[in-house]
């Protein structure tokens, strides 16, 4: 089983740009589909991205379609989340999940999917 480290995490203003990364322990890591998930202040966590294990299924919420962009570094273990024309709602802890083999597509959106969790690492969008 992988072990999830976030981190990039900090204070941008609007407009601003960040790149996530989180890192994976293990040697198994490429057999792993992967996602990010967020969760503001009083609210339940969501849904962000996703990657397949193969890098060829790739999901986005509609809100950040277009501005953010998912990938993975099987040689590094290592998943991103580079985030372009960030937004004050996007402020909130993002948290990457993994979950090993395969996930039909409808499940790759789904928090109950992932058996793994990093810690977080936090975002905020000032005005």
């Known amino acids: 089983q992988v072990q999830l480290v976030e981190s990039g995490g900090g204070l941008v203003q609007a407009g601003g740009s960040l790149r996530l990364s989180c890192a994976a322990s293990g040697r198994t890591f490429s057999s792993y589909a992967l996602g990010w998930f967020r969760q503001a202040p009083g609210k339940e966590r969501e849904f962000v991205a996703a990657?397949?294990?193969?890098?060829?299924?790739?999901y986005y919420a509609d809100s950040v379609k277009g501005r953010f962009t998912i990938s993975r570094d099987n040689a590094k273990n290592t998943v991103y989340l580079q985030m372009n024309s960030l937004k004050p709602e996007d402020t909130a802890v993002y948290y990457c999940a993994a979950r090993l083999g395969r996930l039909e597509s409808a499940l790759y959106r789904q928090i109950r999917s992932y058996g793994t969790w990093g810690q977080g690492t936090q975002v905020t969008v000032s005005s």
């Open positions: 990657i397949s294990w193969s890098g060829v299924l790739i």
